[in-house]
């Protein structure tokens, strides 16, 4: 199963110039500790998918409100050149698409 499949929400957003927040909601606590305790789901996993190094990855578990909030450093700042998408809302496809 895939993290999309399992996640009611996946959406991604800036959190500044430099940093891309990916944000996970999920229906039930059952899906949101699966997500956790996946041996997949981690930084190291995180950072090979968006090219960049695991200790930049932070992922933050909000279990009051079935929520992960996953952040990594944009591979380019917000709106500079070469930047294809200045709100960073289009930055979920990789993340949504590891097996869990």
């Known amino acids: 199963m895939r993290l999309y499949e ?11 110039p430099f940093t891309l927040t990916l944000d996970l909601f ?22 090979e998918l968006y090219k960049t190094s695991s200790q930049q990855v932070r ?8 929520a992960i909030k996953v952040s990594l450093p944009r591979s380019v700042s917000s709106g500079g050149p070469g930047d294809r998408d200045v ?14």
């Open 26 to 47: 999920f229906a039930d606590i059952a899906d949101f500790k699966k997500v956790l305790d996946c041996p997949s789901f981690t930084n190291k996993t995180i950072a």
């Open 6 to 16: 399992l996640a009611r929400v996946i959406r991604t957003k800036n959190a500044g």
């Open 59 to 66: 992922i933050h578990p909000f279990e009051e409100i079935l």
């Open 87 to 100: 709100y960073g809302a289009q930055q979920h496809f990789p993340l949504g698409n590891i097996e869990i």
